[in-house]
């Protein structure tokens, strides 16, 4: 066999072209992997469509939250073993060797390779992985379930890490999305108290269900009011919605002391008023996945049953109608390519 099937990105804006692709030979250090599922998520559908600043070369393959088993070794792989269940991951490597690499921030090298981006990804029935980088899936895993946990969870579980925030102290998880619905079970699950807020009354009732004990809808009314008033203002708040307005409106959430980490990426800016950032001390940071360890971490937090994501899932063929469907955000929770159900 020379090719495979795989969802390919031959021109920006475009639909993808569900084809045949060559099928990937691991070289030193990589391994061949026959994915199960695979994770849908945003970066995908930006990488599609060619709008971020750097942008990836087609043709390419994208997908970052892939799982499947081990098929073939590359020379010098010694981490990795044949029919081991692995995953993928945004970041695909990275150079080792750099200041941020070395000091624990290997999220920031900036000679990283990105998994469905600047090398190919998940969407197909084969990917070859980095051995260093790629995540060893805990025994017993639903590898459809744990798939999100690849990019959504991990991103969520290092930016409340980032917040600082203390077990028995509050936390906002600002959207409750793809993303949201994962950081309000870390966060239970790392012992803070959760405040959800969202413009959907479904998804503050998920938030409700996986453990928030405050929610509330900004559509109706004033989140930073009711959070001022009733707790005094947030320890920490994850922003991890997809409208700027949300990024600002972080910043009145907050108590004197409290730290903002940004998750999501929409186009644009926000206000950002300095009187306020200063007189109260704030931090705004932000944050972008996780390394190796964070990685390890958030899957042992999966393994232990504390998180549960919400998935649905898709065959391959459907990957441009799934798209349309986060373009109109009417995706509950995240969707994962079946490859499994394909064969």
Not at 34 to 48: E, M, N
Not at 93 to 117: D, F, I, K, M, P
Not at 127 to 144: K, L, N, T, W
Not at 149 to 174: D, E, F, H, M
Request: some cysteine.
């Amino acid at each position: 066999m020379s090719t495979m099937t795989a969802a390919v990105v031959d021109e920006f804006g475009a639909e993808l072209a569900v084809r045949d692709y060559d099928l990937p030979a691991p070289g030193p250090g990589q391994a061949l992997v026959r994915l199960i599922a695979s994770g849908v998520c945003h970066t995908d559908l930006h990488a599609a469509e060619g709008d971020w600043p750097v942008r990836p070369t087609p043709p390419f393959v994208p997908g970052h939250e892939g799982v499947g088993i081990v098929e073939e070794l590359g020379e010098g792989v010694t981490d990795l073993s044949v029919g081991q269940m692995v995953g993928n991951a945004w970041l695909w490597s990275a150079c080792g060797s750099c200041e941020h690499c070395r000091s624990g921030w290997e999220t920031l090298c900036e000679e990283q390779v990105n998994g469905g981006y600047t090398v190919d990804g998940s969407f197909g029935e084969y990917m070859i992985v980095d051995a260093r980088f790629a995540a060893a899936i805990p025994e017993g895993s639903d590898p459809h379930e744990v798939a999100p946990v690849l990019c959504a969870g991990v991103t969520v579980y290092k930016g409340l890490k980032c917040t600082g925030v203390r077990p028995g102290q509050w936390v906002v998880i600002s959207g409750i999305g793809g993303l949201g619905h994962l950081a309000v079970q870390y966060a239970v699950a790392m012992g803070m108290r959760v405040i959800a807020v969202d413009i959907a009354e479904e998804k503050l009732r998920l938030a409700a269900e996986h453990g928030a004990e405050i929610t509330l809808n900004a559509s109706t009314s004033d989140p930073a009011e009711e959070i001022q008033r009733r707790v005094g203002g947030s320890h920490g708040v994850l922003v991890t919605a997809v409208h700027p307005a949300a990024f600002g409106q972080a910043i009145s959430m907050t108590r004197r002391g409290g730290t903002i980490v940004f998750n999501g990426l929409p186009p644009g800016d926000f206000p950002a008023p300095i009187f306020d950032i200063v007189l109260k001390g704030l931090t705004i940071r932000g944050s972008i996945v996780g390394t190796r360890q964070d990685m390890v971490e958030a899957l042992e937090i999966y393994s232990r049953g504390q998180l549960r994501p919400r998935v649905s899932t898709r065959s391959l063929a459907e990957i441009n109608t799934v798209f349309d469907e986060m373009r109109r955000g009417a995706i509950d929770g995240r969707v994962v390519i079946d490859f499994a159900g394909d064969r």
